[in-house]
């Protein structure tokens, strides 16, 4: 199993442009996660989607982000336009059921927006 | 607004000590309860759950929970240097997603 992958691992981007982060989950996995990590607010949940519908979108900041699943394989997570504020890791994770609390995660990106 | 608590560390102990780890959390409701590991630079990865009151043990690992105080606690006996890592404390209720405390970090010194 190759875990979930995540592209790109890393992203340097100027305020204004758009972003686009990539996730695919492990395959049999019905739940998908979008956190974000800073050192000043920790791990927080973004979106979450359950059998590729979106379920719960209270974390996106704004209207700037944007996140769709189109099919059991694949999800984006959009940012724009991006903002210096946007930069820090973001995570993607996928479990069996969204209230399983197995979660794996990728690698991470990490976005810089000077 | 549901929310985790965590003391930030770092907590220093000597290795082979006990590494005592904590966390509240504000939601009631709240049913299952989970630690995660992050090494810097790294993704966490799920160690130990517990959804009881009391303890649920797992090689060095111990789980304690405490539905009625909110609170729970992870024990690390035998510390490692290998142990030396951020510890993630997370809960969710049935059907809903995970909410992350901030993390403890935890140096495991040789």
Same mark, same amino acid.
């Given at each position: 199993?190759?875990?979930?992958?995540?592209?790109? #691992? @890393?992203?340097? $981007?100027?305020?204004?442009?758009?972003? $686009?982060? !990539?996730?695919?989950?492990?395959?049999? @996995? +019905?739940?998908? =996660?979008?956190? !974000?990590? $800073?050192?000043? #607010?920790g791990l927080e949940l973004l979106i979450y989607f359950n059998n +590729?519908?979106?379920?719960?979108?209270?974390?996106?900041?704004?209207? #700037? =982000?944007s996140a769709k699943m189109p099919n059991a394989s694949f999800s984006t997570l959009k940012i724009q336009p991006s903002e210096p504020r946007d930069s820090a890791v973001y995570f993607c994770a996928s479990s069996h059921g969204t209230g399983s609390g197995a979660l794996h995660f990728g690698n991470g990106t990490r976005l810089t927006v000077t | 607004q549901k929310?985790?608590?965590?003391? %930030?560390?770092?907590?220093?102990?000597?290795?082979?000590?006990?590494?005592?780890?904590?966390?509240?959390? %504000?939601?009631?409701?709240?049913? %299952?309860?989970?630690?995660?590991?992050?090494?810097?630079?790294?993704?966490?990865?799920?160690i130990m759950f517990i959804y009881s009151n009391g303890d649920k043990e797992d090689g060095r690992f111990t789980a304690q929970l405490n539905k009625a105080s909110q609170y729970v606690s992870l024990l690390i006996r035998d510390s490692q240097p290998s142990d030396s890592a951020t510890y993630l404390c997370a809960v969710n209720q049935a059907g809903t997603a995970l909410i992350f405390g901030k993390g403890t970090t935890l140096s495991v010194s040789s």
């Open positions: 199993d190759a875990g979930v992958i995540q592209s790109p #691992r @890393h992203e340097v $981007t100027e305020m204004g442009q758009e972003v $686009t982060l !990539r996730c695919k989950p492990i395959s049999g @996995h +019905n739940s998908l =996660f979008w956190y !974000r990590q $800073t050192m000043m #607010r +590729n519908v979106p379920i719960d979108d209270s974390g996106m900041p704004e209207d #700037r =982000f | 929310e985790v608590e965590q003391n %930030s560390g770092p907590l220093s102990v000597p290795e082979g000590a006990i590494a005592s780890l904590n966390c509240t959390y %504000s939601d009631r409701g709240s049913q %299952s309860f989970f630690w995660y590991r992050q090494y810097s630079g790294k993704s966490p990865e799920l």
